[in-house]
């Protein structure tokens, strides 16, 4: 992947203002990243590690191969974001805004929590079929998706 390159996260202008850039391993690891806007940012192979990224804007965002291990993604907009290849374990990602696009899920390493997260979500659908249903509860394990639908009724948004 290449050496992590580490410097100061806001820009010259002293603000979360990223929009059109461009960052080739760029660790923002550790950083209070809460309402910056990435819109349309080349971000590849960028950390983002423990990173707080509540509310950040990533719409149209290149996020190929970046790091989103331990981040804060509460309602963070991934909105037509490129997320292929990246490795997505964030400690909370309640209320983020994603596109059904294959550069947002092809490669995408997902943590095991927010695999089984996403299949919860065909949940909140009415299924075409209760058999449908019951199949995807089996994929999860009725004692797992006991457990995660708490989770979720907790943070109803």
């Known amino acids: 992947m290449g050496t992590i390159?580490?410097?100061p996260v806001v820009n010259a202008?002293?603000?979360?203002?990223?929009?059109n850039q461009k960052f080739y391993n760029h660790?923002?690891?550790?950083?209070?990243?809460?309402?910056?806007?990435?819109r349309c940012a080349s971000l590849i192979g960028c950390s983002f590690e423990h990173a707080d990224l509540s509310y950040a804007n990533f719409e149209g965002a290149n996020c190929r191969c970046a790091d989103f291990t331990a981040t804060r993604c509460y309602r963070t907009n991934?909105?037509?974001a490129a997320l292929a290849g990246s490795k997505f374990a964030p400690s909370d990602?309640?209320?983020m805004t994603f596109s059904f696009t294959c550069e947002m899920f092809e490669?995408?390493?997902?943590?095991?929590?927010w695999w089984y997260m996403f299949l919860m979500n065909l949940l909140l659908m009415k299924a075409p079929t209760e058999e449908m249903e019951l199949d995807v509860i089996k994929i999860?394990?009725?004692?797992r998706y006991a457990?995660?639908?708490?989770?979720?009724?907790?943070?109803?948004l």
């Open 5 to 7: 390159v580490t410097m």
């Open 13 to 19: 202008r002293g603000n979360k203002n990223f929009r």
């Open 27 to 38: 660790s923002f690891a550790n950083q209070d990243l809460a309402h910056a806007d990435f």
């Open 78 to 80: 991934f909105k037509d």
């Open 93 to 95: 990602a309640f209320g």
């Open 107 to 113: 490669g995408m390493q997902v943590a095991p929590l």
């Open 140 to 143: 999860i394990g009725p004692e």
């Open 147 to 156: 457990g995660l639908k708490t989770l979720m009724a907790r943070r109803a």
